[in-house]
């Protein structure tokens, strides 16, 4: 029957509780954006989880008390036990409940300081205190060098600056190899890919790719940060080159630090903004690799008619096919032998054919017979074109993009560094060319809305809930004070262990929000069954505080007891859950030690401005 009666006592504050956890993370698995599809598993799994747990809760937990409750009285209880227990009631006696008798005599000035506490927390984010980055620092498995050189450089050329590479990679090893545990070499393996380089968008044998494998992040010693910037110091300044990266392998999920596109018309004027932004980003300390997408092509030949070729006669055409012929070759008859036919081609020799000289003396056959040498109605302009025009949604596009070093400088802050003091005055210099920001700030802001929508969502989702339960419009408020709460241990909580806010943080929060009310709810449901026995504001919740205080902090220890494993973790699949677990555990904290103090004095603060209505 007490097995009965508990699940009959608690049960509508349990299945409210569910929902309004359901309402919160529910919408959370529809986050959009690369990082809300890696991140929208999480609050999926949890409802899941949920689900399951309500069953066991009602059917298969009150059978257990109910086998256990037989010997209650016969077991006696360990030492342990027992201390443990005095303990816990002298904390509650002692030190907790003269607290509530204090918040329920000046309830305002307990709600005021709990405010307070709120926004002070709050604002240690916009005064640069706890740094925002879209996603947790991975640490990756493979390091890379990525070299772009003009187009035409031989591949000799390439395979030079490549061995120098190389060269500074096994000097590098052997500088941490000294650092590994039980003498492990740093570098497992080197590998060189000629005519790829992901970012150069072409390919040929001016491009290059070295790729490292390291040893696993869990056992080396060493941050890949490090060994970049060690790599770079060790190669130095290479002539030639257009762009040289040194990089891990992106996982791409966040976007890149800085990913920037310039828009417009005019290329001379895209390439001019475009070298102005890469100087400003250069003068900033952490950032590093800055190279744009519009680089020199090969070399070519540009020929214009003078006016003196209508003279001859001579159209572009003609010197076109001209030109064409001596360069490349014509076909100009088929010879048969036996049962094959050959093709015979002429064009000029090598060696007269390699050199501008050669083109200018070049004679083209006017329509009236005479033959008239090229530099008599040709100027020939030798230059570099671009090797790629990127162009989108049909405008020319200039993107750039650069590495940043996350111990130095933020992206968030560089991103708006940049967009708020350089390019308005830019944009006045290039009035025609328009900027666009594709790298984690995009992604931040799809994903960072969508999550703002669907918390929106769930919150209101919540109150409406409880206005259903407590049938009251007030009430619910007492039990969604819990989110502020939690929003202090979330903050501090980062600060203590040394992290930045990310988007798994504060996906973290948005599923603190639905469970941090749960506990609230029972205490509302205790305090106004108080009220209907016949106990006043004051009493109902210094009891309700009293019944409560047990079950509330077992539950609120025992899942920051499962989660603090986790802060301990060092694998790289780890690095994305820690800042959810840290806003889970944290918020989880504060916001169950505050709710068991605001809760009673909100009551008294409702009861004091005549707004607290018991219904039968």
Known sequence: EAAIDGVRQVMPGVLSSFFTTAMVVGPLAFLSGKMGDVLKYIPAVLLITLVISLVEAFLILPAHLHHSMKHFNQESRSRFQQKFEQGFEWVRDSVFLPIVDKVTKSPQLAIGIMISLVLMSFAVI??????????????????????????????????????????????????????????????????????????????????????????????????????????????????????LK???????????????????????????????????????????????????????????????????????????????????????????????????????????????????????????GTLVPLSAVANIELRRDYARIHRVNGQRTVTIQASLDTAKANAREVMGLLFKRFLPTLKKRYPDVRFVSKGQDKETAETGSSLQTNLLIGIIGIYLILVLQFRDYAQPLAVMLAIPMGLIGVIWGHLLMGLNLTMPSLVGFATLAGVVVNDNILLVTFIKERLREGANVRMAGWLAAKDRFRPIMLTSLTTLAGLLPLLTETSTQAQILIPLVVSLAFGLLTATIASLFLVPAFFAFLDEMHLLKIKD
């Open 246 to 368: 040194f990089t891990d392998k992106e996982r791409g999920i966040a976007g890149k630090a800085v990913d920037l596109q310039i828009q417009g018309r005019n290329l001379e004027t895209l390439k001019a903004a475009s070298v102005e932004i890469q100087t400003f980003l250069a003068s900033i300390d952490g950032i590093t690799d800055i190279s744009d997408d519009l680089r020199p092509g090969k070399p070519e030949f540009r020929v214009h008619l003078k006016e003196t070729a209508g003279v001859f006669g001579i159209t572009a055409q003609a010197v076109a096919n001209e030109l064409r012929m001596a360069i490349n070759g014509k076909t100009t008859m088929e010879v048969l032998r036996g049962y094959e036919t050959y093709e015979v081609m002429i064009r000029l020799a090598g060696a007269d054919r390699d050199s501008l000289d050669d083109l200018l003396a070049l004679r083209l056959r006017a329509p009236d």
């Open 126 to 243: 916009p005064a640069g205190m706890l740094k925002y980055q879209a996603f947790p620092d991975l640490e990756s498995d493979v390091i890379q060098a990525r070299i772009i050189l003009p187009q035409g450089t031989p591949l000799s050329r390439t395979e030079e600056l490549v061995s120098q590479l190389v060269g500074a990679l096994h000097t590098l090893d052997k500088e941490f190899t000294t650092r590994q545990p039980k003498g492990q070499t740093l570098l497992q393996n080197v590998s060189v890919l000629f005519n790829v380089n992901v970012d150069a968008h072409e390919s040929g044998p001016h491009v290059a790719t070295v790729s490292a494998d390291l040893l696993p992040a869990g056992t080396r010693n060493g941050t890949v940060d490090e060994m970049l910037s060690r790599w770079r110091i060790l190669v130095g300044e290479l002539p030639d080159v257009i762009a």
